[in-house]
């Protein structure tokens, strides 16, 4: 065979090649399925090209998943969180989740072969997760607002910014509502409770019960909003620890016993555990049985979600104040809430699951048992 031949051969492979990358890769057929585009501009300012309209989304925040079923557009999803799979409740709710590829495990970990080969049109995602795929793909990404300090205007305009990506505002403004519904009938139960009535609550997570949420966090307005006091307000844990258990951090248990909480709400192991345990009998809310776990959903609560901004006050108000919200179905609301938000009908057990933090423990450990 003649240098001349050989040349032209590895000539035409290298093009064969080429072109593969360029017309069958993945991102680019994405692209050229659409025939029209938009811009949008994320909630870092940042403004880019999507394909218009968007058919397949990657989303690739833990706590941002729910936000596909509350604005209809989960049939949309191409890939998502391998937490968002694990939960139970989602599953209950969307069976095609189990079938849908989990790339993003935790932050910053993302099988970029596996996100490409999903073939989407938009990822949405927090600053690391979303750097990488920008570094790494062709994929249009929309950043979000991924802080542990989100208050309640903040779960709106994220929301309505969803709303706009995958232009569904009216079922944004429907949650929007729905929320200044709820908060409207706590502040209305719960203003007129003097300031030295109000309960103290100090929240334990981890198996140590000691692990919390400071006042600098979005909890501090969860739970002013229910009318009680955050026992940890003093104390700042955004930036002690990153990943997973941002936001968190851990206190002493002499500084607990300080505090002396009216309650305490966990979300690992069962009161009756604490009750029987004997560096934990001398605080109030262990004396006065006052020990409740965790809600949890879709999502764990310990992360500032739309779905827990409804539940948690309202739960937390009705648990404190039981006299005050007496004529008040919290359950219905409950139910009320995924049946107009989430058009899915809970049953008596999955409500029952979710206000006692079932739903966290069934996540957890199916994350655990996939290692």
């Known amino acids: 065979m003649t ?30 399925n659409h025939d029209r585009t938009r811009i949008v501009t994320d909630m870092k300012g940042r403004a880019f090209q999507v394909a218009d309209p968007i058919r397949r989304i990657a989303l690739l925040g833990g706590p941002t998943g729910q936000v596909a079923f509350i604005l209809g557009v989960q049939d949309h999803l191409c890939a998502v969180t391998n937490t968002l799979k694990m939960s139970k409740l989602v599953q209950e709710m969307y069976p095609a989740i189990k079938a849908l590829p989990g790339p993003r495990t935790t932050s910053g970990n993302i099988n970029i072969e596996e996100l490409i080969n999903s073939n989407p049109d938009i990822a949405i995602a927090g600053d690391i997760d979303g750097q990488i795929v920008l570094d790494k793909t062709r994929i249009p990404v929309a950043f979000l607002e991924d802080g542990m300090g989100e208050g309640m205007e903040d779960i709106k305009r994220e929301i309505r910014f969803y709303g706009t990506i995958f232009q569904a505002p009216d079922r944004a403004e429907k949650y929007v509502a729905f929320l200044e519904r709820v908060m409207h009938l706590i502040e209305q139960r719960t203003r007129d409770i003097p300031v030295q009535k109000r309960k103290n609550v100090f929240q334990g997570f981890s198996p140590s019960h000691l692990v919390t949420l400071g006042g600098d966090t979005f909890m501090q307005e969860r739970i002013k909003l229910s009318g009680c006091e955050n026992a940890a307000e003093t104390v700042t844990t955004i930036g002690k620890r990153t990943g997973l258990h941002s936001g968190l951090a851990e206190v002493s248990m002499e500084q607990v016993l300080e505090w002396d909480p009216d309650i305490l709400v966990i979300n690992y192991g069962k009161p009756a555990d604490l009750y029987k345990d004997p560096q934990w009998r001398n605080i109030r809310a262990v004396r006065n049985k006052q020990i409740y776990s965790q ?19 309202l739960w937390l108000a009705a648990i404190a104040y039981p006299d005050l919200f007496e004529n008040i179905s919290i359950n219905g609301i409950v139910k009320t809430f995924y049946r107009e938000i989430f058009d899915f009908d809970l049953t008596d057990l999955q409500v029952h699951d979710i206000l006692l933090g079932t739903y966290e423990f069934k996540m957890m450990k199916g994350i655990k048992n996939r290692g």
């Open 3 to 32: 240098k001349k031949r050989i040349f032209l051969l590895l000539f035409s492979a290298c093009f064969v090649f080429l072109f593969y990358r360029i017309y069958y890769h993945p991102e680019t057929r994405a692209r050229e």
């Open 295 to 313: 809600p949890a959903g879709v999502f764990i609560f310990n992360r500032p979600t739309a779905e827990s901004a409804v539940i948690f006050p």
